[in-house]
C-alpha cells in the first residue's frame, strides 16, 4: 500500500476495525492477530521437497495459505509471502540416482513443474521462493553460530543439535522431552547412536558419504545441510528474526517446526514467530487415509489437471476451513463444480440485465441483503478464516439476486455493487470470475446464438412444437435456457 495514497489509507483504516483471530498452534487457542509491523504481514510457508510433482496433500497446504495470504490482503494488508523449495536431501539424492541425474537438474524440472501447477490453481508467486542450494554460506554461519554458543557440536563431519539444551524443546508440539527420547532411542542405528550425545539430537549438517554424493566444503569437511536448519535460515534471512505467520502443514509441526524453533531462537536470542497455523491433511477413499508418498495412495495435480478444470480443483480445496480434515473424492469435486456453476449462472444473469436497455428501479431489499452478506463473509473470514460460513453467507444471497434480476425493473446500482463484490470474494478463494463467466468464450457460439434467435422466432409466432424442438435440441448440447422478461438467456451446463 502506497503512503501516499489517501483513498487506500482510509480503506485500510476501515477494514482492520474488525481484527482477525487466528488458533495458534503454539498456545492451541484462538488469538487476535497483530502483525509486527501495523499494515504489514510477515509470512513463511514451508514449500515443497522437489523431487516428484506435487500431490493434492502438497496443493492443500499451498492453497489454504494462498486463501489466507488473498484474505489479508482483502483486508488491506501488504503481505510478504516467503515460500522454500528444499532442493537438497536424502530424498533427492535417492531420485537423482535412481533416475541417473544430478540433484540440480532433479530440482530445475520439478520447480518449474511446481510453477506450473501453482499458477494453474492460481495460487499467487511467493514474494520470494528461495533455494536451499543456494544458501549455503548463510547455513554455514547460522550452524557455526549455534556451536560457538554450545548449542551444536561436531562428530566426524557431521553436525549435530544438543536438543535437550533449549529450553522449550517440545513446546510447539506439545511433547514431553523424555517420551521423545525414549521414542527416538528406539529409531537410531547404532552408527548414529554412537555420534549422538543423546538420541533426541538432530542433524545440523550431514557429512559426505559417499563420493557421487552432492556436497559442499564447510568447516566440519565436505556435507551438505540438514532439512530443518534449511528453513530457519531461509526465514530469518528473509523476513527478520521474529516474523508474524509460520504455516505448514500438520505433520510439520514435530520435529521440523520444533527444530525450527530450537535453532532460530538459540542463535538469535528472540521469539521466532508470533503466530503458527497448520492446515489438516487431505484424506482419500471412505476409510479416509490421510493421502502422501508414503502409502503410494496420493493422486499428483499434474495428473488431475488433466480431467478436471483448474478453477474447480482450487475451488473445491479452498471452500474447507483450513485446519479442518478434506476428504479427496470425485463426488465431493463435483459438489464444488456444482456451486461454482451455480456463482457463474448468477454473474451471467445479472451481467446480461446490466446490459440491457430497461430503467433500474432502487431494491432496498437487495441493498439490505448485500450490506448483510459483506458483513457475514467478513465475520466469517475473521474467525480463523472460516471458509464455510464465508461461503454460506454468499450461497444465501443468490436467491435475493436473481429475483431482482427477474424482476421487470431491476436495481442496476445494487447489481453492479453485487458483481464487484462477488468477484472480490470469489478471488479471496483463488477463483477468477472473469475466466468463471468466459472459460468457454473461446468455442464458436454462431449456431447456438443461431438457435436461441430461431426459438424466439417461434416462441413470437407461437410455433410451440418448433420451440420445444430446437429447445431439446440445445439441451442435448448442454445448453440450459432461461426465458426472462428480458429475452432469453443461455448458458452451458
Not at 84 to 94: E, G, P
Not at 122 to 131: Q, S, Y
Not at 133 to 155: C, M, R, S, W
Not at 394 to 414: C, H
Amino acid at each position: 500500500m502506497k503512503s501516499n495514497d489517501c483513498r487506500q489509507g482510509k480503506t485500510f483504516k476501515r477494514k482492520q476495525e474488525n481484527l482477525v483471530k487466528v488458533f495458534n498452534t503454539l498456545t492451541r487457542q484462538k488469538e487476535e492477530f497483530k502483525p509486527l509491523v501495523p499494515g504489514q504481514i510477515s509470512m513463511y510457508v514451508c514449500g515443497p521437497t522437489v523431487y516428484n510433482y506435487i500431490h493434492i496433500g502438497n496443493a492443500r497446504s499451498a492453497i489454504a495459505f494462498d486463501t489466507i495470504r488473498r484474505y489479508f490482503e482483502y483486508k488491506g494488508y501488504q503481505v510478504k509471502y516467503v515460500s522454500n523449495f528444499t532442493d537438497v536431501d536424502d530424498k533427492m539424492i535417492n531420485e537423482a540416482r535412481a533416475e541417473g541425474t544430478t540433484v540440480p537438474e532433479l530440482a530445475e524440472r520439478y520447480i518449474k513443474a511446481f510453477l506450473e501447477d501453482t499458477t494453474a490453481l492460481n495460487i499467487e508467486p511467493a514474494t520470494l521462493h528461495p533455494r536451499a542450494t543456494h544458501e549455503i554460506p548463510a547455513i554455514i554461519d547460522f550452524v557455526q553460530n549455534l556451536i560457538d554458543k554450545g548449542y551444536a557440536y561436531e562428530v566426524d563431519g557431521d553436525v549435530y543439535y544438543r536438543a535437550k539444551k533449549f529450553a522449550n524443546y517440545g513446546q510447539l508440539s506439545d511433547q514431553n522431552i523424555d517420551q521423545l527420547e525414549e521414542g527416538a532411542s528406539k529409531h537410531v542405528n547404532d552408527e548414529e547412536q554412537g555420534r549422538k550425545e543423546d538420541p533426541i539430537d538432530f542433524a545440523l549438517w550431514k557429512g559426505q558419504k559417499a563420493p557421487d554424493e552432492i556436497a559442499w566444503d564447510s568447516p566440519w569437511g565436505k556435507g551438505r545441510p540438514g532439512w530443518h536448519i534449511e528453513c530457519s535460515v531461509m526465514s530469518t534471512k528473509y523476513l527478520g528474526d521474529t516474523f508474524d505467520i509460520h504455516g505448514g502443514g500438520q505433520d510439520l509441526e514435530f520435529p521440523h517446526h520444533e527444530n525450527e524453533i530450537a535453532q532460530s531462537e538459540a542463535k538469535t536470542g528472540q521469539k521466532f514467530v508470533n503466530y503458527w497455523l497448520h492446515n489438516g491433511f487431505v484424506t482419500v477413499g471412505k476409510d479416509e487415509e490421510k493421502m502422501s508418498k508414503s502409502l503410494h495412495n496420493f493422486v499428483t495435480v499434474h495428473d488431475i489437471l488433466q480431467k478436471v478444470d483448474p478453477q474447480v480443483l482450487r475451488f473445491f480445496m479452498a471452500s474447507v476451513q483450513y485446519r479442518s480434515q478434506i476428504n479427496y473424492s470425485e463426488e465431493n469435486l463435483e459438489q464444488a463444480a456444482t456451486i461454482l456453476n451455480r456463482f457463474k449462472n448468477t454473474l451471467e444473469d445479472v451481467e446480461g440485465r446490466l446490459s440491457d436497455q430497461t430503467a433500474s428501479q432502487a431494491d432496498p431489499e437487495l441493498t439490505a441483503a448485500l450490506s448483510k452478506t459483506k458483513e457475514a463473509f467478513e465475520a466469517a473470514m475473521d474467525d480463523d478464516f472460516n471458509v464455510q460460513n464465508a461461503l454460506t453467507a454468499i450461497y444465501e444471497l443468490l436467491p435475493v439476486v436473481n429475483s431482482n434480476v427477474n424482476s421487470a425493473a431491476s436495481d442496476k446500482e445494487a447489481l453492479k455493487t453485487f458483481v464487484k463484490n462477488l468477484k472480490a470474494w470469489l478471488l479471496v478463494f483463488g477463483v477468477d470470475a472473469g475466466r468463471l463467466v468466459k472459460s468457454e468464450s473461446s468455442e464458436d457460439d454462431s449456431e447456438i446464438e443461431a438457435l436461441v434467435a430461431e426459438r424466439t422466432k417461434a416462441r413470437q409466432e407461437k410455433n410451440w412444437a418448433r420451440s420445444d424442438e430446437i429447445r431439446d435440441q440445445l439441451q442435448a448440447m448442454g445448453i440450459v435456457l432461461k426465458d426472462t422478461p428480458q429475452g432469453t438467456r443461455w448458458s452451458r451446463e
